[in-house]
């Protein structure tokens, strides 16, 4: 059960460049969503997901697309790079039954816009 | 809109000594969850608990122990006789329905 996979680990981009960041789950869960880390700020919301075909914006999307055309992937594509991107990124899965709750993260990127 | 508040930045102790990591939350609804989370210096995020709006029972678990008391919306935790692996930053977090709200994190540094 490989949980929640993010590649990749590391990536180092020039201002303007595009990428895409690939988030994959494994446990059929509904609920997926992109967090940003910077110092001092805890995560934030970027996108979030409720289901294949449902995206939505959460607290900083700006600069940011997502789509979810399957349960199990949820990508997060930087369109046009900048600075103020830098930072380490957190997807997410989550489930909800019964009153209960559970997220699983996966292991981060780092970014790094120069 | 929900919020989250951690008031310590950093908290520096010595091994073995206690350490209370404070945790102030708002948000308008009934139902929410409430988590800690440890991030260690490798830089993954672990679960440490999940505590409902409806269930306010403290709990312990080893050497950490949670207080939560929903009249003054806090959530408090705190980690018993630290040792130097405990050295991370903590997070707490608030979930409703689907979308977490975190604080910005207090960083333990735990000396031997």
């Known amino acids: 059960n490989a949980g929640v996979t993010q590649t990749p680990k590391f990536q180092v981009l020039k201002t303007g460049q595009s990428m895409t960041l690939q988030c994959a789950q494994d446990m059929n869960h509904e609920y997926m969503s992109w967090y940003r880390q910077d110092p001092g700020m805890g995560l934030r919301l970027i996108h979030y997901?409720?289901?294949?075909?449902?995206?939505d914006q959460g607290e900083v999307p700006n600069g940011y697309n997502v789509s979810r055309s399957t349960t199990e992937d949820f990508p997060l594509r930087l369109l046009s790079a900048a600075p103020s991107q830098t930072s380490v990124y957190f997807c997410?899965?989550?489930?909800?039954?019964?009153?209960?709750?559970?997220?699983?993260f996966g292991s981060g990127t780092r970014l790094t816009v120069v | 809109a929900q919020k989250v508040t951690q008031a310590q930045t950093e908290i520096s102790v010595v091994e073995k000594e206690d350490v209370t990591l404070d945790c102030v939350y708002e948000?308008?609804?009934?139902?929410?969850?409430l988590f800690w989370y440890k991030q260690p210096p490798s830089g993954e995020l672990v679960f440490l608990i999940r505590r409902n709006s409806f269930d306010e029972q403290n709990e312990i678990s080893g050497r950490y122990s949670w207080n939560f008391q929903k009249s003054t919306s806090s959530f408090n935790f705190t980690i018993t006789a630290s040792q130097v692996v405990d050295s991370a930053v903590y997070f707490c977090a608030l979930a409703n329905d689907y979308k977490l709200s975190f604080g910005a994190g207090t960083t333990v540094t735990v000396r031997a």
């Open positions: 997410a899965s989550s489930y909800k039954g019964q009153g209960n709750y559970g997220y699983t």
């Open positions: 997901s409720v289901g294949a075909g449902i995206t």
């Open positions: 948000t308008r609804d009934t139902t929410y969850y």
